[in-house]
């Protein structure tokens, strides 16, 4: 089975870098964006399968790159997280097409089920 393409997006670079990193040694193929305007050019350049966007960026919120990036890959899962996560929050971006909300900390393992299961895989088909 052909791998994983995920598009990390986070401002924090040293956790966009180390996340996309441990996803690479478990398989995935992994890219990071540390700004919107790098995120949208990273998505208009590849066809990756999963976006994992933190809500709390710089210059654009996470729900509204999400929104960009859904009209440039319609069919992209997007998962969101955040560390300054509230219910609203979470339920507003999974209205607006998010198909997850997760909160950190998250670990790796719950993160990569969370990546078979927006995709509609198990772990076992890598």
Do not use: C, W
Not at 62 to 69: A, C, Q
Request: glycine residues 6%; aromatic residues 4%.
């Amino acid at each position: 089975m052909k791998s994983i393409k995920v598009l990390i997006v986070d401002d924090e670079e040293e956790l966009a870098d180390l996340l996309a990193e441990r996803l690479k040694l478990r398989g995935f193929e992994a890219d990071y964006a540390t700004s919107s305007a790098d995120a949208i050019k990273a998505v208009e350049t590849n066809n990756y399968n999963v976006a994992i966007i933190d809500v709390r960026l710089k210059a654009l919120n996470g729900i509204e790159l999400m929104k960009l990036i859904k009209e440039i890959r319609p069919q992209m899962n997007v998962i969101l997280f955040t560390g300054h996560g509230s219910e609203e929050e979470g339920r507003r971006g999974l209205i607006l097409g998010a198909s997850q909300y997760l909160v950190k900390p998250v670990s790796l393992e719950t993160l990569i089920l969370e990546i078979y299961k927006v995709l509609g895989r198990s772990s076992n088909n890598e």
